[in-house]
């Protein structure tokens, strides 16, 4: 069990095995095996190393914004949620994730959704929503590990659907689909882009920045120009001591500029390795699909579109966190039960991507109105099934993302009334 839980939850691994059987499926030579195998799962883990490194920037400018700007409250950390649930839930949440990739795999071979889920952190985030649920409305763990597994499995093939429109406009084809459980806001920002659908042409990759803002036309360059300004203002309002327990021997001025370099040396280092495994796998999965599952292609985690309209990633992601910011003030005043504290790092991947999503129909407009729908649903939704983990012993921080908490809404809902 713990052999193919660790299994599952490694996607350079689940990766360089799906490129392992389609060189096999092709009759490729021994070295050829090897090396589109290891392609895969090295060029994932170089992503892996690109997106550790930016979210661990944006967790430092999280705290030295909360610091500075007084703001507290559930912080929106699908990571430490899920440590808290499997702590008292390990079992059912494991076997929730493996019985759900079978099914997942049944689904995409019997019906029309032919999409194979491969960001396993997800899906184990997902496993977890669903074994609290399930747990909190008194099934046994056998009932509770088949209809989880199976809840899953169906959410895993069904919901990158939603989103291949967008996906075949943004990559020209409809080889690649979205594997990233934030689906139902992606379709939301893409549907909301097509009212923009007019002023399509004027996308966020077209903009026409003025002389001294040329450098923006390099997409490295304005992402790094943005960080430094959001870490920069965050320190000055945190202060000197706050920001000294993050940095430690670095000075405090000092250490925004890095944590900024820092976060865009990541974002160079996700691409290569986007670029890398890409290539290999979509190739890999065509003998696949021919052979196994007819029809199918690999759902991939969101930064894998990121190269498709980068500037719209940090539109997405500045629109998506001024929406959090914005529902932060609403919450206090009207008095919520909980305050949900947006994350930065899941604004950014999330929100970036509903910029990318928004901006495929409906130009940089559709970009920006879009993401800061899904940031207000980022935020929003988490505070409806909170509770319900809190009577679970998961306190502290909860599940932000669209999918878990739609679908966990509704089979909240199911299982009260039945």
Known sequence: MEFLVSLLSNPAIMLGLVALIGLLAQKKTGTEIF????????????????????????????ELFQTGFHVSGVITSPEAATALAQSTYGFVTSSILILGFIMNLFFARVT?????????????????????????????????????????????????????????????NDDQAIGHFNMLGYALSGYIGKLFIKWGDETTEDINF???????????????????LLFYVSAFAA??????????????????????FQFTAGMSVLMTGVRMFL?????????????????????????????????????????????????????VVFKFSV???????ICFFSGGTAG????????????????FAVGLLLAFLPCVLYPLYGDMGVLGSTFPNVDYNMIGMLLNSLLSVF
């Not at 003025?210 to 430094?228: E, N, Y």
């Not at 990318?356 to 993401?371: L, Q």
């Open 112 to 172: 029309r959704f032919k999409n194979v889920f491969f960001t396993g952190g997800h899906s184990l985030f997902f496993a977890c929503v669903l074994g609290l649920i399930l747990k909190f409305h008194g099934f046994s763990d056998g009932a509770a590990i088949l209809t989880g597994g199976i809840i899953l499995g169906f959410c895993s093939a069904f919901l990158p659907e939603l989103c291949q429109p967008f996906m075949r406009k943004m990559t020209g």
């Open 239 to 260: 202060g000197p001591e706050a920001v000294t327990k993050l940095s430690g021997t670095t000075h405090w001025l000092v250490f925004p500029l890095l944590q900024a």
């Open 35 to 62: 090396t589109g195998a290891s392609k895969t799962a090295i060029g994932f883990l170089i992503f892996g190393i690109g997106a550790s490194t930016m979210t661990g920037a944006l967790k430092n400018f999280n």
């Open 279 to 331: 290539g290999e796998i979509t190739e890999a999965f065509v003998a696949i699909s021919e052979k196994f599952i007819p029809g199918s292609r690999p759902a991939l985690d969101v930064p894998t579109i990121f190269p498709y309209a980068p500037t719209a990633v940090i539109v997405g992601f500045l629109c998506s966190y001024a929406a959090g910011l914005m529902a932060i003030v609403t919450m």
């Open 339 to 345: 305050v949900i504290i947006p994350a930065a790092h």
């Open 356 to 371: 990318v999503f928004g901006n495929a129909y409906g130009g940089w407009r559709g970009a920006v109105a879009g993401s």
């Open 210 to 228: 003025p002389g001294w803002l040329s450098f923006f036309r390099d997409f490295l360059m304005g992402c790094a120009f943005v960080m430094l």
